[in-house]
């Protein structure tokens, strides 16, 4: 079966995922999870779509009990390299997210940086995902998640905002066009794996309306739901979504 365009890009990817931008707001956003958690350290953790364990870490460094889930067994054992590095033991596991094993074991589950949500090829895919995570959860529990913005290309320019981003020996997003009937964005990713081979990508993944989350989740069954602008490091309920909020923090309660 022919890999879809997120198997290929993380199947070498560990070490140099750490380095690109939108990795670099862990301890702001480790920070917003604890008060979200009224930082009370007997609450189960569940990572879906944990990468390189970037949150999962940290949070175990601050007493949590995490428990990380990914598709790519490439980003998993960079997580695991780099937790036992840290002197910590977390339980990383090899699932899709879209049929986990799970049932009613977590208070909390987080899917950050477009943890899996919103990467699949279609909308049912991207619903599995949030039924899996709503199954893996306890009766009264908490989804923190990020998600891209679909307001934002209603008003700025894919192009313009990558461009933008780009640095020197990380990933480059270029070519993007949005389809304004499906909110998804094609575009092409150029990168290098670990070993040092140059690859190009073409991508696409579905942009949201704040609107279609909130129905989402009001047919899984969550009483309580807030959607705030997602900035990078700096995750806060007092930043209301804008247009030019490239992505949005959802917070849904059960």
């Given at each position: 079966?022919?890999?879809?365009?997120?198997?290929?890009?993380?199947?070498?990817?560990?070490?140099?995922?750490?380095?690109?931008?939108?990795?670099?707001?862990?301890?702001?956003?480790?920070?917003?999870?604890?008060?979200?958690?009224?930082?009370?350290?007997t609450l189960?953790?569940?990572?879906?779509?944990?990468?390189?364990?970037?949150?999962?870490?940290?949070?175990?460094?601050?007493?949590?009990?995490?428990?990380?889930?990914?598709?790519?067994?490439?980003?998993?054992?960079?997580?695991?390299?780099?937790?036992?590095?840290?002197?910590?033991?977390?339980?990383?596991?090899?699932?899709?997210?879209?049929?986990?094993?799970?049932?009613?074991?977590?208070?909390?589950?987080?899917?950050?940086?477009?943890?899996?949500?919103?990467?699949?090829?279609?909308?049912?895919?991207?619903?599995?995902?949030?039924k899996n995570?709503?199954?893996?959860?306890?009766?009264?529990?908490?989804?923190?998640?990020?998600?891209?913005?679909?307001?934002?290309?209603?008003?700025?320019?894919?192009?313009?905002?990558?461009?933008?981003?780009?640095?020197?020996?990380n990933s480059?997003?270029?070519?993007?066009?949005?389809?304004?009937?499906?909110?998804?964005?094609?575009?092409?990713?150029?990168?290098?794996?670990?070993?040092?081979?140059?690859?190009?990508?073409?991508?696409?993944?579905?942009?949201?309306?704040?609107?279609?989350?909130?129905?989402?989740?009001?047919?899984?069954?969550?009483?309580?739901?807030?959607?705030?602008?997602?900035?990078?490091?700096?995750?806060?309920?007092?930043?209301?979504?804008?247009?030019?909020?490239?992505?949005?923090?959802?917070?849904?309660?059960?």
């Open positions: 079966m022919r890999k879809q365009w997120y198997e290929s890009l993380f199947e070498n990817y560990g070490q140099k995922y750490d380095n690109e931008v939108f990795t670099r707001g862990t301890i702001g956003e480790c920070d917003f999870i604890e008060k979200e958690l009224q930082f009370n350290k189960k953790i569940l990572d879906v779509g944990c990468g390189t364990g970037r949150h999962a870490i940290e949070l175990t460094k601050r007493g949590y009990n995490v428990a990380g889930i990914d598709l790519s067994e490439s980003q998993l054992k960079r997580a695991k390299e780099k937790a036992k590095s840290a002197g910590l033991s977390i339980d990383f596991q090899h699932q899709d997210a879209r049929n986990l094993s799970f049932d009613s074991e977590f208070d909390v589950v987080i899917m950050l940086c477009e943890g899996g949500f919103s990467l699949m090829e279609t909308d049912e895919m991207n619903y599995e995902i949030l995570v709503t199954k893996s959860l306890k009766p009264q529990a908490k989804l923190i998640f990020t998600t891209s913005n679909g307001l934002f290309p209603l008003y700025h320019s894919l192009d313009e905002f990558f461009a933008s981003e780009a640095e020197e020996g480059m997003c270029k070519e993007n066009k949005f389809d304004f009937m499906t909110f998804r964005a094609h575009d092409v990713v150029d990168f290098e794996d670990d070993s040092g081979n140059k690859k190009t990508l073409e991508c696409n993944e579905r942009y949201y309306v704040p609107s279609e989350i909130t129905w989402l989740l009001k047919s899984l069954g969550y009483k309580t739901i807030g959607i705030f602008g997602a900035r990078l490091g700096e995750f806060s309920r007092e930043h209301t979504l804008r247009t030019n909020d490239f992505e949005m923090l959802v917070i849904a309660e059960k």
